[in-house]
C-alpha cells in the first residue's frame, strides 16, 4: 500500500480537515490546524506533501520522525500542527486496515469511560450561569470558563474584584454541584496571577488553566507553591521537548496538549507518558472538531493519567458549523451522564460526510481571534 494523494479542505467554524488517500482505496482523515491560521498550516501540510507520496501508511513512527527531523527547521505551532494532522490519518489507516480502533493499536483500554467537560462562553454570571445551566440538561456536571477579562500588567482591584464576582456567584448558585476550571488564557502577568489565584482559591476551582503565557513557564511552581488549586496548562506547548522542561521545573499538575497541535497521537502518547512519570494528570485540550476529539479520545483510553476531555459541542467560537455537523455516525458521539464511551470503529472511528465537507470547503470563511486592547491602547493579550 502506498500513499498516493493529500486533499485539505477549510471548514466553518474555524477547521481544517485532511484526507489522505492510498493506492488501496483506504482513505484516513486528521484535522491540522491552527485556530485563525488554517491557511498557513494548510500550505505547510502540502510542502510536507512530498515526504510522503509513494511511502507505505503503515511506518508511522518512520514518518513521523523525517517530517519532524528532515527539514531542520522544526517544532512550533505550525509545523507540530501539520504533522499532527497527517499523523492521525496515518493512524486512521492503520486501524482501517487492521480492523480495530487506534487504542487496540496502543495496547487497549485502560479504562471503560472517558469524564467529558464542556466550555461556558461569557464573561457576565448571568450569562455562564445560563450556559451552565443547558448544560447541566445533557448531563454535563464539569465545565471551563473564562477566569477573568483583559489584566494589566499591574492592574487594580475593581478588575480583580469583577473576576471575582464571577466565579463567586457561579458557587453560591450551584454549590459543590458542579466542578469548573478557571481559564486565564495567558492574559494575565505574573504579579497579577499571584493577586487572582490568592482572591480566587476559597471558590475552589478544579484548576488554574495558563495563569500565565507558557513562555513564562518559570512561575509554574513559583505560583503552585502558594495554592493548593492544580495548575494547568500546555495547550501552547507542541513537542515533548517544550514539555520536557516544565516537568522538570515542576509546579504543573495537569497538561493539555492538543492533538492537533502537538505532533498527533504517535507525540501526545509519548507526552502522557512523560507526564505519568511525574505524577502529572493529562486533560487533552480540544476546542476543534470531530477528528481532533476522537484523537484526543484514543489517547485518553490508553493513558492511565487522562482526567477529563474538553470537548467543543455548543462552544461560542461554533460559528456556521457544529461539532457534529460533519459526522454520520452521530451516535458513536453520545454522552452518557458527563462520558463518552470508546470508540467502536476502526481508525479514528469516525465517518466523514465527505460530500458536505467538499461543498461548504468553498466557501470557508478565514477565522480570526479578537485583537484586545488596554484602556491606555496598547494590546491586550486574548
Keep these: 500500500m502506498k500513499i498516493t494523494k493529500l486533499t485539505t479542505y477549510r471548514l466553518a467554524p474555524r477547521w481544517l480537515f485532511l484526507k489522505v488517500e492510498t493506492d488501496e482505496g483506504v482513505s484516513g482523515w486528521g484535522e ?3 485556530e485563525g491560521r488554517a491557511r498557513t ?10 515526504y510522503l507520496i509513494g511511502k507505505e501508511p503503515s511506518r508511522i513512527n518512520d514518518i513521523w520522525q523525517t517530517l519532524y527531523r528532515a527539514g531542520f527547521y522544526r517544532g512550533g505551532p505550525i509545523l507540530m500542527s501539520a504533522i499532527a ?63 477573568c477579562e483583559e489584566v494589566g500588567l499591574i492592574d487594580n482591584s475593581r478588575t480583580v474584584d469583577a473576576a471575582v464576582a464571577v466565579v463567586a456567584e457561579i458557587r453560591e ?34 484548576f488554574i488553566e495558563e495563569p500565565v503565557l507558557a513562555e513564562q513557564a518559570e512561575y509554574y511552581p513559583r505560583l503552585a507553591a502558594m495554592t493548593h488549586i492544580p495548575i494547568a496548562a500546555g495547550e501552547r506547548m507542541f513537542s515533548r521537548f517544550d514539555f520536557k522542561r516544565v516537568f522538570e521545573g515542576g509546579g504543573i499538575s495537569i497538561i493539555q496538549p492538543d492533538l492537533s497541535h502537538a ?24 476546542p476543534l472538531g470531530p477528528l481532533a ?3 484526543c479520545l484514543h489517547i485518553d483510553f490508553v493513558a492511565r493519567n487522562a482526567v477529563f476531555q474538553e470537548q467543543s459541542m455548543g462552544i461560542h467560537y461554533n460559528q456556521g458549523a457544529e461539532l457534529l455537523d460533519y459526522v454520520l455516525n ?27 465537507v467538499i461543498e461548504r470547503s468553498k466557501n470557508a470563511p478565514d477565522w480570526r481571534n479578537p485583537v484586545w486592547r488596554h484602556a491606555d491602547g496598547s494590546v491586550a493579550e486574548w
Aim: aromatic share 8%.
Design 85 to 147: 494532522g497527517i499523523d492521525q490519518a496515518l493512524w486512521d489507516i492503520k486501524g482501517k486496515v487492521l480492523g480495530a480502533p487506534v487504542y487496540e493499536l496502543l495496547g487497549g483500554l485502560v479504562r471503560d469511560r472517558m469524564k467529558m467537560y464542556s466550555w461556558v462562553g461569557g464573561d457576565r454570571p448571568a450569562d455562564v450561569i445560563a450556559g451552565i445551566r443547558k448544560l447541566q440538561a445533557i448531563g454535563f456536571d464539569t465545565f471551563k470558563l473564562n477566569g
Design 173 to 206: 448558585t450551584f454549590g459543590s454541584a458542579i466542578e469548573f476550571g478557571l481559564d486565564f488564557h495567558g492574559r494575565v502577568s505574573a504579579p497579577m496571577a499571584r493577586v487572582l489565584i490568592k482572591e480566587l482559591e476559597p471558590y475552589r476551582p478544579l
Design 293 to 295: 476529539l476522537a484523537s
Design 330 to 356: 452521530k451516535e458513536d458521539f453520545e454522552f452518557h451522564d458527563g462520558y463518552m464511551m470508546p470508540p467502536k470503529r476502526p481508525g479514528l472511528g469516525v465517518e466523514i460526510d465527505e460530500a458536505l
Design 41 to 50: 498550516v494548510e500550505a505547510a501540510v502540502n510542502e510536507l506533501a512530498d
Design 32 to 34: 491540522a490546524v491552527i
Design 263 to 286: 505532533g498527533g497521537i504517535t507525540e501526545c502518547h509519548k507526552i502522557a507518558s512523560m507526564a505519568e512519570a511525574y505524577d502529572v494528570g493529562l486533560a487533552p485540550h480540544c
